[in-house]
């Protein structure tokens, strides 16, 4: 596995952003999740169960992680931009595998660009924040809280009492990972770290408050579905009500092939690569072992 960086401008501002690359043959581009937690590492365990057959590449997503981070108003136009440079600097593409709120950008970059990439695997995808999806829809003070943690002092402290060893461990518990004691020990620290990385603070406000939501319906969801790409969701049956709610309604659209597994949260592929692997195998091309 080779770590590379890539630089990225948005306006007159360069950021720096992870990537890893490794294996040979077609490409597949790796996707991670938004979220306070999340970085391109999430998707290594599936990256070496299919470089054997591909040549795969994991990259972060701008304001997200595991490098510093500018102020920035984090927008969903922003994640679509950044999309398109990626996808287009490496075409051609075989595959794109999207975890969480970035299979939903991906999915609507198949609606717009079907020939952009031959097929799209969806993992536990999401189109609201964490909050928006509790509240089952957005609210005015969403915004108070962005305009808190953005402020200097009060915001870093407000963030800080919002991602620390207990808030994430029991909200990871509750929606993240099926086996409570799977974040522990040097796990747990990686993701801490991350947290922890100078001007995360505003990507992760904005995801939580639903200001990164792609999307204002469910209508809108299940509409991009009508790409002509090939599509592959897989969930797993521990998933959140609400969030579930969600992907089923996307799997009972004729053009979606859905696979729910036993086992499994919103990072089901982290916490179960091979269950994962061995179902996107074959709709990539890959004959399972």
């Known amino acids: 596995m080779q770590t590379r960086q ?8 360069a950021i720096g952003l992870g990537y890893d690359w490794s294996g040979q043959g077609p490409k597949v581009l790796f996707l991670p999740a938004f979220s306070s937690i999340s970085t391109r590492r999430e998707m290594r365990p599936l ?7 591909y040549q795969t590449v994991a990259a972060d997503w701008p ?3 595991d490098r510093p981070r500018p102020p920035c108003d984090w927008q969903p136009l922003i994640y679509a931009s950044f999309l398109t440079y990626l996808i287009d600097g490496l075409k051609p593409l075989h595959a794109v595998i999207a975890a969480g709120h970035a299979a939903t950008f991906a999915l609507a970059h198949a609606y717009s660009y079907p020939q952009a990439f031959g097929r799209l695997v969806l993992i536990a995808p999401t189109w609201r924040g964490p909050l928006p999806t509790m509240m089952d829809g957005h609210r005015p003070w ?3 809280i962005r305009q ?11 963030y800080r009492l919002n991602v620390n060893r207990l ?10 990972y099926a086996d409570v004691r799977w974040l522990h020990g040097e796990r747990l620290g990686q993701k801490l770290a991350v947290t922890r ?3 995360a603070r505003f990507s992760s406000v904005r995801f939580v408050t639903g200001k990164l939501d792609p999307l204002t319906t469910r209508t809108e969801f299940l509409d991009l579905a009508g790409s002509p790409v090939p599509m592959l969701m897989v969930y797993g049956a521990q998933t959140p009500s609400r969030s579930r709610a969600e992907m089923e309604a996307l799997g009972s659209v004729p053009s979606i092939r859905s696979v729910m597994l036993p086992l499994g949260k919103l990072s089901v592929h982290e916490e179960f690569p091979d269950s994962v692997a061995e179902t996107i195998k074959p709709f990539l091309g890959i004959e399972a072992d």
């Open 148 to 158: 808190l943690v953005d402020l200097p002092i009060i915001g870093p402290l407000l």
């Open 6 to 13: 890539l630089t990225w401008r948005l306006g007159g501002e």
């Open 47 to 53: 990256q070496e169960r299919l470089s054997a057959n």
């Open 63 to 65: 304001g997200f992680g």
């Open 142 to 144: 969403f915004d108070y």
């Open 167 to 176: 808030v994430i461990r029991y909200m990871a518990a509750g929606h993240v």
């Open 197 to 199: 990385s100078p001007g």
